[in-house]
């Protein structure tokens, strides 16, 4: 459940790891919560920082590309909480490659050379950069697995229009190349990330996070072409390190498999990472959130009526 109500609030969402509260008909405000998922199951202990971190890189990537398109956020009025825009999502989420990783190689390891109607080239191995970034949407689902989906299909289905698609990829491209400056400052590579756009007032609008390790995968620069030739594994920071626990202990949220125990050690080492990755990623230090629970939902309070008193004045 939500802490309370809050100000002019009109809706209410508990997703995987935020809670979404609407307020009016123009606004959203969001918590990061400390809980944590993997292959579409949220797992049984919450880790400490984790939705200060998530929140404030994306905060962070939002500001440093909000002259690449317009996005949905207005204040940040805690560390682990945002607010902006309400926006009518499209069903489609825009996944951009750099790299022939993760689904894209499992897809071209099984032989296929076209993914979302995208031609992949001959004789490429794991980890090569692709000659060009490489636009993959997936549909969104609202349960289960995201589906991967082809612009013919994005329009046929009417899940945007073409000139909607046009400006979409568009956006996403040139957030990708941003993104992929922004690591390159941190010693990093994007390989491969995320977004999701929506319309307000007919309006075109990035939303959610963006080049988090939650919505990113990233690799250390230094000795990346190294490994990628002699064919090791180069150093990586997202999630994904937390799904390789999972998976050696044979747990892929498969039916009738059990969640391994997260003890207290294993806790603290996800909160460490997470930690470490915010570090790496903006090159800040991280500062743990001050404010208690009681004291961050009297922010989000403060924000919701901020945010419709603003609105009257305007209007």
């Not at 990829?169 to 400052?185: H, M, N, S, T």
Request: net charge negative; glycine share 8%.
């Amino acid at each position: 459940m939500p802490f309370s109500t809050l100000p002019h609030q009109t809706g209410f969402y508990r997703g995987k790891v935020r809670d979404v509260y609407s307020i009016g008909e123009n606004w959203l405000i969001m918590l990061a919560s400390e809980r944590i998922s993997a292959f579409d199951v949220i797992l049984p202990r919450t880790i400490p920082f984790k939705g200060q971190v998530l929140n404030q890189i994306a905060a962070h990537m939002l500001r440093h590309c909000a002259d690449v398109c317009p996005n949905w956020l207005l204040e940040v009025p805690a560390p682990n909480v945002s607010a902006g825009w309400r926006c009518e999502p499209f069903k489609i989420e825009m996944v951009v490659r750099g790299t022939l990783t993760g689904h894209a190689w499992r897809t071209y390891q099984s032989g296929k050379r076209i993914l979302c109607g995208v031609p992949l080239p001959e004789g490429m191995q794991e980890h090569d950069a692709f000659p060009h970034p490489i636009l993959t949407p997936s549909t969104k689902a609202s349960a289960g697995h995201d589906e991967d989906i082809t612009a013919e299909e994005i329009i046929r289905l009417k899940l945007a229009t073409p000139e909607e698609y046009e400006t979409i990829c568009a956006y996403a491209l040139a957030l990708f190349e941003r993104g992929r400056e922004l690591a390159g400052k941190q010693g990093l590579i994007l390989a491969d990330t995320k977004y999701e756009f929506g319309k307000r007032d007919g309006k075109i609008f990035l939303m959610d996070e963006i080049h988090t390790p939650d919505s990113s995968r990233y690799f250390l620069a230094e000795g990346f072409d190294e490994k990628r030739r002699s064919g090791e594994k180069p150093v990586q920071l997202s999630k994904e390190f937390v799904r390789e626990w999972l998976i050696s202990e044979g747990f892929m949220g498969q039916p009738g498999q059990q969640v391994p125990e997260m003890t207290d050690e294993r806790i603290q080492d996800i909160s460490n990472r997470y930690i470490q990755l915010y570090e790496k990623v903006t090159g800040e230090t991280f500062i743990p959130n001050p404010f208690s629970e009681e004291e961050t939902f009297e922010r989000m309070k403060e924000c919701a009526e901020r945010l419709v008193a603003e609105n009257q004045s305007n209007g």
